[in-house]
């Protein structure tokens, strides 16, 4: 029997070909027609649709489509985002508009006035019927005031106290609003003395107060346990007056210790140990007492810094110690730091082999010369200067360490010149004094005929009569100059000076103007309070006052026998408040029959009380 693959290919399939089928176990033919008769017709469906039966009756499936709010993407249908934004907008709403909530997961709908339903009133707060919320206080404000509340005796940190801050009504905690007061806000104190008070809290927080004089036997009682405090120096170290005074500094390497007076200050003090095997060594500006310039192993020193007539300077006061065994070595880094015409400002380092160095001999010679000239020894410092040189000529130096030993090598040759001799200024010449007011003047003057460019001016001035003069401006390049917070109505000398780079000349002829009268401050005075009765002479002080027009110009008080002549002492008003101006007088030590003065501190509107009283 042939297979299929054998048969011969149909060309075309028509209805009435025929297929073989089995049926009831035997073999039959059926019509190709008749076969698909009995099978559905294939459905063609543009996506994204589905397929169901809204037609009525028998059929076959309709097609569906996908609506709004759904998605059908590969066969699963879902819902889609819902966008809020795609909604219309409500320009206004009432209580009658709908939202949407959820009860037990359950979507519904709800009018916004049942919204005011939940909620109540509290304390002086009402709600109308249009949901408006107001204070129930008169006039806005709640029923109630300070005077209303209950009061408290104490007060606990956590307090709060009510503040205004920028307009806006906050609560602060009471200790924070102590924190607040500041020292500041009092009044200033005179001197102090034993019976002054101040505030303690003992054994509690309990402000109590306390005399002065109290203190001094606890602080006594303290002065015996108390111990300097030990500090180790390892690096090189700059003293500093808050931090190494009333110490013991250790130096436990050979380091450098520098002391600067404005560092310390004057009544800076502190002990100084070399505990290294080295030299420790100390700035240039230390005077000490052996002439060193530092400390040996083991050494110590007392380091003070004081001021006097003399200046402000530190001394250090240094123990025995060993004596050097070597001879110093070489100085190092010898330069110039000051050169003029006539002399040459010297500095080096200190050796770096060899024993301590504890002086200094400096040489000098003209350069080209083989004879050297010994200036002089410097004990301890590393600095000198060399006077009475030539001008414009060029010289050659030296510096050699020196100790109980024995000298060092000299350092390596140093050569500078000194400059060309200059001169010094003449004197400012044809001084005038112009735009006279009662607290300033306007000085010119003329340049004088020696002293080349580069010249400044100093404009000094002095009271007439007083030997001191007071600079008004320093290194002036213009030839005229305003002098200002002058005193009125004041004789007062001027004179004028030039300097170069080579010195400062002889001043100016003096010429004398007076300052103008200060107008009036005070227009009128008008007595509160004055002396009245009897006095015993030099016994106490008697109280004065009086109103004053303008009410800040300040007025003072004297005591005269006279009506006419004014008193010849006055004393100070104070400001009492606003117009009112008063002090204390001593009572005249002089019997007799007395006037009470007042007048502007300027002499203006000199006023008498007219009644007078009497001294005993």
Not at 199 to 225: D, E, F, H, I
Not at 419 to 431: E, F, I, K, M
Not at 464 to 475: D, E, K, L, P, R
Request: hydrophobic fraction near 40%; charge should be negative.
């Amino acid at each position: 029997m042939p297979t299929i693959s054998q048969l011969p290919a149909g060309v075309t399939v028509s209805a009435s070909d025929l297929v073989p089928i089995s049926q009831g176990g035997s073999a039959h033919s059926v019509s190709v027609g008749s076969l698909l008769a009995q099978t559905q017709p294939a459905i063609i469906v543009e996506p994204p649709s589905l397929l169901g039966r809204v037609s009525i009756g028998p059929g076959g499936p309709d097609t569906i489509a996908v609506g709004v709010g759904l998605i059908l993407n590969n066969s699963t249908l879902s819902a889609s985002y819902f966008d809020p934004a795609s909604l219309p907008s409500l320009t206004s709403i009432s209580t009658s508009d709908l939202i949407i909530v959820t009860n037990a997961g359950i979507a519904q709908v709800a009018e916004l006035g049942q919204i005011r339903e939940l909620f109540t009133a509290g304390s002086n707060i009402t709600i109308d019927a249009n949901g408006t919320i107001s204070s129930s206080g008169v006039g806005g404000a709640l029923a109630y005031s300070l005077t209303t509340l209950s009061p408290v005796t104490t007060l606990s940190s956590g307090d709060l106290v009510g503040v205004s801050q920028s307009g806006q009504d906050h609560t602060i905690t009471y200790s924070n609003f102590i924190d607040g007061v500041t020292i500041d806000q009092a009044q200033s104190a005179s001197p102090a003395s034993d019976s002054d008070t101040f505030w303690v809290a003992q054994t509690g927080n309990v402000m109590l107060r306390q005399t002065l004089s109290a203190v001094w036997p606890w602080v006594s009682g303290k002065l015996a346990l108390w111990r300097q405090p030990v500090i180790e120096l390892t690096v090189n170290t700059t003293l500093e007056g808050s931090l190494h005074n009333n110490a013991v500094l250790v130096c436990s390497s050979p380091i450098s210790v520098a002391a600067l007076t404005g560092n310390v200050g004057s009544g800076f003090y502190c002990e100084l140990i070399n505990a290294s095997s080295g030299l420790v060594t100390l700035s240039n500006n230390i005077i000490t007492s052996n002439g060193s310039t530092g400390l040996s192993p083991f050494q110590s020193g007392a380091l003070r810094c004081v001021s006097y007539a003399g200046g402000t300077t530190i001394f250090a006061s240094i123990s025995a110690g060993n004596a050097a065994t070597v001879a110093p070595g070489q100085v190092l880094n010898l330069a110039a730091s000051s050169v003029n015409s006539t002399s040459v400002s010297l500095s080096w380092s200190i050796p770096v082999s060899g024993g301590p160095a504890t002086a200094y001999t400096v040489q000098y010679r003209i350069a080209g010369t083989t004879t050297w000239a010994v200036v002089g020894q410097n004990i301890g410092a590393t600095s000198f200067t060399i006077q009475g040189l030539q001008s414009a000529t060029s010289y050659d130096f030296t510096a050699v360490a020196a100790n109980n030993v024995g000298t060092g090598p000299a350092s390596t040759t140093l050569t500078a010149a000194t400059l060309t001799a200059g001169v010094v200024p003449g004197s400012p010449t044809s001084v005038a004094i112009t735009n006279l007011s009662a607290t300033s003047l306007t000085c010119s003057w003329a340049a004088p005929s020696v002293g080349g460019a580069g010249m400044v001016y100093t404009v000094q001035y002095r009271i007439s009569g007083q030997s001191t003069w007071s600079s008004a401006a320093n290194n002036l390049s213009a030839t005229s100059y305003t002098v200002t917070n002058l005193v009125p109505a004041t004789s007062y000398d001027i004179r004028i000076t030039a300097s170069n780079s080579f010195g400062t000349g002889s001043p100016s002829a003096t010429i004398t103007a007076q300052t103008a009268q200060l107008a009036g401050l005070v227009t009128s005075i008008t007595w509160a309070l004055a002396p009245n009765g009897n006095y015993t002479h030099g016994v106490g002080s008697m109280g004065v006052n009086a109103h004053v027009n303008p009410a800040a110009a300040q007025i003072q008080f004297g005591f005269s026998t006279s009506q006419t002549v004014p008193p010849a002492t006055w004393v100070t008003a104070v400001n009492v408040n606003t117009d009112f101006w008063g002090q204390y007088l001593s009572t005249p030590a002089t019997t007799g029959t007395w006037y009470a003065w007042a007048e502007g501190t300027d002499g203006s509107a000199p006023t008498v009380y007219p009644t007078s009283f009497t001294v005993t």
